[in-house]
T-cell receptor
Framework: DQQVKQNSPSLSVQEGRISILNCDYTNSMFDYFLWYKKYPAEGPTFLISISSIKDKNEDGRFTVFLNKSAKHLSLHIVPSQPGDSAVYFCAARDSGNTPLVFGKGTRLSVIA | EAQVTQNPRYLITVTGKKLTVTCSQNMNHEYMSWYRQDPGLGLRQIYYSMNVEVTDKGDVPEGYKVSRKEKRNFPLILESPSPNQTSLYFC????????????FGPGTRLTVL
């Protein structure tokens, strides 16, 4: 059973507009959530994270929102740039020394 | 520079020929893991290790072995590779405590003919 779900395999957005990537999870024990970005031929790189005690975390153009009651988080990129085109993975884990659980990823294409 | 390194980056081999993909990190991280990435399936964990001599199975361990004899190294071993192990493999490490970040290596693209 998939504990972290990214239901949109791909997303296309115009340059300058907002990109919204969504992620749902099923495990109520998850309390730490991360977004990773992956370019072709490279390993995933950490983008932004959020702890369950918060509902929003912002870092420059990137903001992650967490809705614990809905078990849903989203990544907003404003404004989107062509260099943001990549695969974005949502990941989650609980507070213990446990593995990260990843979603299947969403491929974002930002069109100039 | 803090990094996770993997070797080789690309490998083409034949069914049944044992191979090892090395992974090394220079951040003194306790926690290391191996993932494979396949189209439509995302990142799936193969094995992980919480410290030296401590390893555990992830979601897709069949056909793989690992060892953690020293903190910095976590090799992935395919004793008898099969074509269904053709994939992109990533090693990762993190300190293992609290809200720490996990760092990934650059990936190893393996093709088993």
């Amino acid at each position: 059973d998939q504990q972290v779900k990214q239901n949109s395999p791909s997303l296309s957005v115009q340059e300058g507009r907002i990109s919204i990537l969504n992620c749902d999870y099923t495990n109520s024990m998850f309390d730490y959530f991360l977004w990773y970005k992956k370019y072709p031929a490279e390993g995933p790189t950490f983008l932004i994270s959020i702890s369950s005690i918060k509902d929003k975390n912002e870092d420059g153009r990137f903001t992650v929102f967490l809705n614990k009651s809905a078990k849903h988080l989203s990544l907003h990129i404003v404004p989107s740039q062509p260099g943001d085109s990549a695969v974005y993975f949502c990941a989650a884990r609980d507070s213990g020394n446990t593995p990260l659980v990843f979603g299947k990823g969403t491929r974002l294409s930002v069109i100039a | 520079e803090a990094q996770v390194t993997q070797n080789p980056r690309y490998l083409i081999t034949v069914t049944g020929k044992k191979l090892t993909v090395t992974c090394s990190q220079n951040m003194n991280h306790e926690y290391m893991s191996w993932y494979r990435q396949d189209p439509g399936l995302g990142l799936r964990q193969i094995y992980y290790s919480m410290n030296v001599e401590v390893t555990d199975k992830g979601d897709v361990p069949e056909g793989y072995k690992v060892s953690r004899k020293e903190k910095r190294n976590f090799p992935l071993i395919l004793e008898s590779p099969s074509p269904n192990q053709t994939s992109l493999y990533f090693c990762a490490s993190r300190q293992g405590l609290g809200t720490d970040t996990q760092y990934f290596g650059p990936g190893t693209r393996l093709t088993v003919l």
